[in-house]
């Protein structure tokens, strides 16, 4: 016989279990939509950059995408090119400054997000439209005082 467990040890503190639970809860949201964009051939960080332009339609330089984006890509200019190499953006150098890279959405780029928005809507409506519109505030809230915390 071992030694009797102690079970305030195997308890996690409470901020441990709720940020398991954001994790467990996001990835069980992640999954359809995500398999919904890999029908189209894009990652979730493809679809994540389209949407950000889509947003702008001035365009945006690399560096405010990738501080834009949901989950940080490392090499954002792979990621760029493969958009490119599918005509669903363009990239030029406007500035004087040949460094500083302007993307911008293209005319197919916003087709393809035009015809993912009813699908993926539907699933996001799937997965939280149990939730009244106060909770969803609220909810929304909560997360974002999380994210300014750690800014």
């Given at each position: 016989m071992?030694?009797?467990?102690?079970?305030?040890k195997?308890?996690?503190?409470?901020?441990?279990?709720v940020?398991?639970?954001?994790?467990?809860?996001?990835?069980?949201?992640s999954?359809?939509?995500?398999?919904?964009?890999?029908?189209?051939?894009?990652?979730?960080?493809?679809?994540?950059?389209l949407r950000?332009?889509?947003?702008?339609?001035?365009g945006?330089?690399?560096?405010e995408?990738?501080a834009?984006?949901?989950?940080?890509?490392?090499?954002i200019?792979?990621?760029l090119?493969r958009?490119?190499?599918?005509?669903?953006?363009?990239?030029?150098?406007?500035?004087p400054?040949?460094?500083r890279?302007?993307?911008?959405?293209?005319?197919?780029?916003?087709?393809?997000?035009?015809?993912?928005?009813p699908p993926?809507?539907?699933?996001?409506?799937?997965?939280l439209?149990?939730?009244?519109?106060?909770?969803?505030?609220?909810l929304?809230?909560l997360?974002l005082v999380?994210?300014r915390?750690?800014?």
């Open positions: 071992g030694m009797p467990r102690n079970p305030a195997l308890t996690p503190c409470r901020e441990e279990a940020f398991v639970d954001l994790v467990r809860t996001a990835d069980l949201l999954r359809a939509p995500g398999q919904v964009i890999k029908e189209h051939n894009l990652s979730a960080n493809q679809y994540n950059v950000i332009l889509r947003g702008a339609p001035e945006l330089l690399c560096g995408i990738s834009r984006m949901i989950s940080r890509d490392p090499d200019t792979r990621l090119d958009l490119e190499g599918r005509a669903l953006i363009g990239r030029c150098r406007e500035d400054d040949r460094r890279v302007h993307v911008r959405i293209t005319a197919q780029g916003l087709a393809l997000l035009a015809s993912l928005d993926v809507c539907a699933l996001h409506r799937g997965q439209g149990h939730l009244q519109a106060k909770e969803l505030r609220e929304t809230r997360l999380c994210r915390a750690m800014a």
